[in-house]
């Protein structure tokens, strides 16, 4: 007979480590975690490769930024973060241009040195076709905020790329948070705090558990009833537990399938110091058939000096829908996906010793910093209660 800890939390993602390391420090309860993974971190893992010295953001490039002071304060507590600023590239047309677009890009495209003003009325009257519209698709959208010419450059390929769906059928959301600037700012996040991990993810993540009293077990699926910490399992013993698996798998796909999309890697090494010359390059062209670039090293250039001398690695993205068994990645939320979830959600509410949290188990476009504030609202609200 297993003797169950007081809680048990499935995903070692910083939603699982931010209310394991909450229960042991508020309640000194002990808290067993477990992973299917062969590592803790979850999406935002890393490991330094062996070769070059660049630390490897396994699963995609991973920036970490804030504007959440409470997150802030958290984070800090268990790793220091550098001064990195991110900034991405474009390549389209055989022609490098800065993002997001900004009088930089306006005024590489057009080759002219307009004024913040004059390239405002430019971009006026090139998305006067659709003026005074609503567009409710991505296509529409695009043109009305950049202009046709802008947005067949830098938008319209490399979404289509992105999605695997015409552009016209895409909601137009998706670009919302996709600004123009008038001016050459080109800091990709608008956020207060911005950085990385100074000794990189692992080691943050680490230390957030270094604790006796929690216990980590990977290579273990909550799914596997030959284990002792699966689902049935833990159900008939009473514990409680923090879930930050797929909702969907949690209730066996009973109401179908939610949607998401993954993303493919290509590892790429060069004889070079030096590929890019920056960390992200997108690819703007259908003729790539890669969306973007990560040319890890550039991340952090404070570790020059650890890096060896002439080599470098690339991991190009491809993008697709993922089909059960893939990494679920970025949730589609379609008004469909979007129905769906809430279905599954009533479910959730009804189960009244389990918590669902995290990217998969509220199937949310979170970032990391999203991730730990709903993590220490759902400490405080839902976990601390069940832990008496
Ligand atoms: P996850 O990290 O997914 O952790 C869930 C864990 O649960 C996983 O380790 C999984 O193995 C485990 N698990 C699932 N099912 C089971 C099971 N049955 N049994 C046992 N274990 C199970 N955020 C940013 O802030 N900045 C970025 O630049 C950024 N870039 C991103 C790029 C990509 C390509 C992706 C995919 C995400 C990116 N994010 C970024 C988002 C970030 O990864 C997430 O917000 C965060 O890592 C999610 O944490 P989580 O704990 O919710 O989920
Ligand atoms: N996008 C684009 N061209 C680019 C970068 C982004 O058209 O060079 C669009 C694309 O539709 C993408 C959206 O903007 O889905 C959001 O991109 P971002 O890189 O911010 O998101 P991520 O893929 O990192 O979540």
Known sequence: NTQYPDLVIVGAGLF?????????EHAGARVHIIDVRDHIGGNAYSYFDKETGAEIHKYGAHLFHTSNERVWKYVNRFTEFTNYVHRVYATHDGVVYPLPINLGTINQFFGKAYTPAEAKALIEEQAGELAGTDPQNLNDKGIQLIGRPLYEAFIKNYTAKQWQTDPAELPASIIKRLPVRFNYDNRYFKDTWEGLPKDGYTAWFERMIDDPRITVELGVDFFDETQP?????????????VYTGPIDRYFDYELGDLKWRTVDFKEV???????????VMNFSDSDVPYTRAIEFRNFNPERADSYTPGRTVVWEEYSRFAER?????????????????ARYAEKAAAEPRTVFGGRLGTYKYYDMHNVIDTALTAYEEQVAPLLG
């Open 269 to 279: 090494r060069y004889a070079e110091d030096d590929h890019f010359g920056c960390p």
């Open 325 to 341: 068994g893939d990494e679920p990645y970025y949730p589609i939320n379609t008004d469909e996906d979007k129905a769906l979830y």
């Open 229 to 241: 910490y699966n689902r049935k399992a833990l159900q008939a013993a009473g514990v409680p537990v």
């Open 16 to 24: 699982g480590l931010t209310v394991a390391q909450q229960a042991v």
